[in-house]
Nanobody
């Protein structure tokens, strides 16, 4: 059993910053991908950023240059520093981890419960 616990969401004004954290625990010793996806109302879940065990990051075009993903592999923890937030970043942010793949997948990866990020204009 693998558990992912997110923290750090909340309400912030346009142009503000937030930092999300996610800690993985359980039977997965060293995941390959750890990262973040988000889902806004009425939209599909989409990539925000992931980082592999070798610390190779992948960003969505919409978050590149504004968000920074980092990872503490010893603690199976991943962080997302979000700067210059925009109202369109408003969504539920889900932490994910995959033992093998460099990205996360709905059917086969592990997912957290989600944390709400709301950016007011």
């Amino acid at each position: 059993q693998v558990h992912l616990v997110e923290s750090g969401g909340g309400l912030v004004q346009d142009g503000g910053s937030l930092r999300l954290s996610c800690a993985a625990s359980g039977s997965m010793l060293s995941p390959n991908a750890m990262g973040w996806y988000r889902q806004a109302p009425g939209k599909q879940r989409e990539l925000v950023a992931t980082v592999t065990r070798s610390l190779t990051p992948t960003y969505a075009d919409s978050t590149k240059g504004r968000f920074a993903i980092s990872r503490d592999s010893a603690k199976n923890t991943v962080f997302l520093q979000m700067n210059s937030l925009k109202p369109e970043d408003t969504a539920v942010y889900y932490c994910c981890a995959d033992p093998i793949q460099p990205l996360c997948y709905a059917e086969s990866s592990y997912w957290g419960q989600g944390t709400q990020v709301t950016v007011s204009s």
